[in-house]
């Protein structure tokens, strides 16, 4: 009935395993990339939240400037705020990436033959990880610190 065709093979493959499937093994193998979908939509809704939430004060702060040098100092707050929310949402989607990273590695730590051979290169994965989150880290506050001494040092301009 079947050909050495490689549509008839997977066709085979398919046919023979149909009643070998079972439906809770399934679900449960799904479940992980059901939970990691749910935490990068919760978390995508959040920071939507957030960013409606920054862009309707700027406008209003922008409706209520009465002179140009207010305008100003709204559009300076709003790009500060916007910063500011940029880093902490790219903080958070770097910590979730991290932490289902670890835990991809744990699972295939915990399903490989052999898990204590595993298990060294398991724990450099995770470290590598966690340093490249940390470095992240560190970037975005040295560029919020280099920004507030750039903002600084405008005002002290401007005061003399």
């Known amino acids: ?19 070998k499937l079972n439906p809770a093994a399934m679900q449960e193998a799904i479940k992980p990339v059901q939970d990691n979908l ?11 939240k957030e960013a409606q939430s ?6 209003e702060s922008i409706k209520s400037a009465k002179d140009p040098q207010a305008a100003l100092e709204v559009f300076k707050a709003s790009a500060e ?16 990436s991290v ?18 051979a595993f298990a060294s290169l398991a724990k450099n994965l995770k470290a590598a990880a966690t340093t490249a989150e940390s470095t992240l880290e560190t970037a975005l506050e040295k560029g919020a610190a280099a920004a507030a001494s750039v903002t600084s040092a405008t005002k002290a301009k401007k005061s003399r």
């Open 1 to 19: 009935m079947f050909k050495n065709t490689p549509f008839e093979a997977i066709a085979k493959t398919m046919s023979e395993s149909a009643p």
């Open 38 to 48: 749910k935490a990068w939509a919760d978390l995508a809704q959040s920071q939507a």
């Open 54 to 59: 920054v862009l309707t004060e700027a406008v």
């Open 81 to 96: 705020a916007g910063m500011a929310m940029f880093a902490k949402n790219l903080k958070d989607a770097t910590s979730l």
């Open 99 to 116: 932490g289902q990273f670890h835990s991809s590695v744990d699972a295939i730590e915990k399903s490989h033959p052999a898990p204590e």
